[in-house]
């Protein structure tokens, strides 16, 4: 399976809009000569789950190292995450007295979780859902006239302009054709001095699918709430009389779509919020290396941007254990539910039968007296 690269004009600026899709093998990614290459590129990624024989450990390393990802981003706490983001600033040097501290580029990395279920129906034995996984990768170098060296590896002297890339992974077909949709909209004069240019545009894919996936539970709740009244009608019809298996029956179904449909929903809450604290510690990152442009060409502390990242991963993997919580919060109350609604029924049974045989001993004492 072959990655596939888009391309938005050779320069910013160019009035050259997004290019065919075209295939893009490996050693091209890899060669060098990639990221001297003014312009943006996106490139579609191969899934890492579907495809694993793809990312090879040799293939992971490099790209690892290329586009400073952590350790763990080709990982299952990487791709399975339910949401986390970081940068770090690329340093340069050259024969023109710049100081190996020196700001040569920017690199992102994310990743975003989403859930849609079918919105058809609202019963446990068709609530079928899909997740959707979000991984984005970006790299912003700022070329320079005689710059000879960078940390990305180039080896010969760089043309001026800047080099905008990202990585898409695990994108579905339907996302990768909206990003596609957008891309062709896209500005590429924006994109001058702005290491987070094709974040902007990924970040507006992720916040569609967001919206397209929260929207597939409007259908499911809205259709729970019109059967309210009609289930409460109906119990409170036979509330005082037997309640017979098929009564009963239809009264678990009930109990049981209801939180079928909140452990979709519990799951949607937990992802929205990682994304929310993506989406935060990307304006806050953001903020800090405009900040740093405009100030002088010294890059933030790379140190101060990995404490950001591990910050931001324990606070979605707090959203996660809490969604644990509730979920059993959920199953227990499903259980405590239709342990009542047995536990009525026995009650009901029990009264129904005192009641007869309290008919049938007065009837019997009558007899007797008479």
């Known amino acids: 399976m072959n990655c596939y690269q888009l391309q938005l004009g050779s320069v910013p600026g160019s009035e050259e809009r997004l290019s065919e899709v075209k295939q893009l093998e490996v050693h091209e990614l890899l060669d060098p000569n990639f990221y001297k290459q003014p312009g943006a590129h996106v490139i579609l990624m191969p899934p890492t789950q579907e495809d694993p024989d793809y990312y090879t450990a040799d293939l992971r390393r490099k790209l690892t190292q290329r586009f400073r990802l952590p350790g763990f981003f080709f990982d299952h706490m990487g791709w399975d995450s ?3 983001f970081g940068s770090v ?31 058809r129906n609202a019963s446990p034995e068709s609530s079928e859902y899909i997740w959707h996984y979000m991984g984005f990768s970006t790299l912003w170098l700022k070329h320079m006239e005689g710059q000879q060296k960078s940390e990305a ?5 760089l043309p001026s302009g800047e080099t905008h890339i990202m990585l898409c992974f695990d994108l579905d077909k339907h996302m990768s054709s909206k990003l596609v949709r957008l891309l062709r909209d896209t500005d590429l004069l924006e994109s001058q001095n702005e290491p987070f240019f094709l974040l902007k545009v990924a970040l507006e894919t992720v916040v569609a699918q967001f919206e397209e996936d929260l929207g597939s539970f409007r259908r499911p709740i809205r259709k729970i709430e019109k059967e ?16 017979d298996d098929t009564k009963l029956e239809q009264l678990s179904e009930r109990y049981a779509t209801l939180h079928e449909v909140s452990r979709h929903v519990i799951h949607i809450s937990e992802t929205l919020n990682a994304a929310v604290t993506n989406a935060a510690a990307i304006l806050q990152d953001h903020k800090l290396w405009r900040r740093s442009l405009e100030a002088s060409s010294a890059y933030p502390n790379n140190t101060a941007r990995t404490l950001g990242l591990y910050s931001n991963l324990l606070s979605n993997l707090k959203l996660r254990a809490d969604a644990f919580v509730s979920r059993m919060e959920n199953e227990i109350k499903c259980a405590s539910n239709l342990l009542g609604v047995f536990n009525n029924n026995i009650s009901l049974q029990t009264l129904n039968t005192t009641r007869d045989e309290l008919r049938v001993l007065q009837y019997q004492l009558f007899n007797a007296r008479g």
């Open 82 to 84: 339910n949401g986390f």
């Open 89 to 119: 600033g690329i340093s340069s040097s050259s024969s023109a007295g710049r100081s190996d501290r020196d700001f040569g580029g920017c690199g992102t990395f994310s990743r975003f979780l989403s859930k849609k279920v079918d919105d």
């Open 153 to 157: 590896e180039c080896d010969m002297p």
């Open 228 to 243: 309210r009244y009609s289930s409460f009608k109906d119990n409170h019809a036979y509330s005082r009389a037997d309640i």
